[in-house]
DNA sequence: CTGAAAGCGCTTACAG
DNA sequence: CTGAAAGCGCTTACAG
């Protein structure tokens, strides 16, 4: 904490003035004279004073800090989203803690961590939680929003896009389009985003006679450019493929062009997300845009608006179809 | 907080010892019997008590906290190394607080935040730092370590790649393939990365008599692709780009791709940092990999070596050229 | 091994 | 508008 730590005290004491004052002086709407407060700006300037948020947290009940929760690495996704997240935090005066989870499920260490430290709430991203550990952060009254994901077992609020309507609508597109040997790359079959978007893909074409092959993914690009590479090696060259996200429709994209299959000619290929490098001229990935910002800004709605206790929520917003290179 | 903050006091009350051997019980080393551990430890949890770090951290003046701050929301070698810093970090009983800039410069508000939060180091990636921020943070006995920069004129320390070195070696492999029309793509001029890999590439092809092309970009795919467009339609063909990062390389790659280049067989592309997409399929592009993981070790190491007050110290690591597709 | 007490740096009624 | 005092939830000498 540093060998200078000027207090409240030290500040008061050059300033003969009360600690109170000082304090006051630091505390938005206390009634100070503003000959004082002049006064004891100066001097806390001079012996360069800064309140401790830690003592401070300790009376108020407010850290001002929220815990975040990711574990994807390999998605940009995320780093655009934690991006606006400490962004538009900081613009409400929000601190971010950031643990980043290797496990599939976010452990009790790492929520205990965020307990410690006594966030006011935690936005977990990509991560899974256990009911338990969020009984326990409910015991705490601590809020948890879901980003990105959602689970009905579990009490918590969540915000999302509505995956399977948006996947409803590509599979819609395609139809329209002619396709019919449909190919869908799945994420993390355990996330609901993959499942959502699964389910209202082959739900519509199921509808109009079409059964879709779907691949096994897991959300990256290693696993889906190999497991597209194998399916065309079989023979196959199907009329279009959605992936779950970005990242597997790129990997899906490279196999099929080194294939030597042509996009969108022969096969349109579409995706999930509406990330930085869809955009790039080498691929030109059309694509589902995310309302990413919306999203953000719901989440922190959310749980800035945790008094109204009427149980958790679930806000899922709708995005947009991106029309580049890869489909026609 | 929570509406439940269970205190030591209430754990005492319940476990008929004083608050004091609670606080033992909780503190690793402290001497309680160990039928009392048992009884203490039995009734935290069943309250479910955690200890408040707040609390803990105004006393021991160990906040176990270190602030992160990083600028660049498009280079996805950020988002690796922010990975595995929280990671590390973790195991090393630290906590990140994190901080997004969406300025040049790191602003006084933002140390600030750090300082009033008490971490006990600061770690800056990709972002600048004015000396009057470093003396405010020396002051405060504060810890900062430049990540992937350095600066003379600052007095912290500083891990990075050795930059001139490794692009004095990209050259020379360059030279010794047989190109002599030369381009490099800047990064943004004020880094000392993008600086430095320039200086190293420029100075050893300039001793061999060869004036290398310098396109001014900012570490950003479109500006370098655009970049590379304008210089290919001008009529040119080099026969090797080297960008100042991965992103940038691979902006040029898709630039030259689209202008009927082929690569490696007219121009060679050459890369920096490795990040995970260079190996994509569609890429695998040939680069410099970065040493990230021991740079990350290095940076923790500085941190909490912080005692032993010798100067600021500089840590250059080599890291090494991987070849792929985009070189011969 | 354990308890009573002081103190970390603040905020906030309570008087004046 | 200002000061004295209590208290937030801990740790840590100091006694015993």
Not at 221 to 235: D, N, P, R, V, W
Request: glycine residues 6%; contains cysteine; charged residues 25%.
């Amino acid at each position: 904490m540093g060998k200078n730590p000027v207090s409240a005290m030290d500040v008061a004491r050059v300033a003969k003035v009360s600690q109170s004052t000082v304090s006051r002086v630091f505390t938005p709407g206390a009634s100070v004279s503003e000959k004082t407060r002049k006064r004891v700006m100066k001097v806390a300037e001079e012996l360069n004073y800064q309140p401790n948020a830690l003592a401070r947290s300790l009376i108020t009940k407010k850290t001002n800090m929220v815990g975040l929760a990711m574990k994807d690495i390999q998605n940009p996704f995320y780093h655009e989203v934690l991006g606006l997240f400490t962004k538009k935090l900081k613009a409400k005066g929000y601190s971010v803690l950031f643990v980043y989870t290797e496990n599939e499920e976010i452990q009790q260490e790492e929520i205990n961590h965020f307990l410690e430290y006594n966030v006011e709430a935690i936005i977990v991203t990509d991560a899974l939680l256990s009911s338990k550990v969020v009984a326990k952060l409910q015991n705490n009254a601590i809020p948890v929003t879901l980003f990105n994901r959602y689970d009905k077992e579990l009490q918590c609020n969540s915000v999302c896009c509505d995956n399977r309507n948006a996947a409803k609508e590509i599979a819609a597109y395609l139809y329209g389009k002619g396709c019919r040997d449909i190919v869908f790359v799945t994420g993390k079959i355990n996330t609901s985003t993959s499942r959502d978007r699964q389910k209202g893909f082959t739900e519509y074409l199921q509808d109009k006679g079409i059964e879709v092959t779907v691949l096994e993914g897991d959300y990256t690009y290693e696993t889906s450019f190999q497991l597209t590479k194998k399916f065309i090696a079989g023979g196959r060259k199907p009329d279009a493929v959605f992936g779950a996200n970005d990242i597997t429709a790129l990997g899906a994209l490279d196999a099929l062009k080194e294939g030597g299959i042509s996009v969108p000619a022969e096969t349109i290929v579409i995706g999930f997300d509406d990330i930085k490098m869809s955009s790039w001229p080498n691929y030109g990935l059309s694509t589902w845009a995310q309302p990413m910002e919306e999203m953000v800004d719901e989440t922190i709605q959310l749980l800035t608006a945790k008094q109204e206790n009427d149980g958790p929520q679930t806000v899922k917003l709708k995005g947009h179809f991106i029309h580049r290179k890869t489909s026609t």
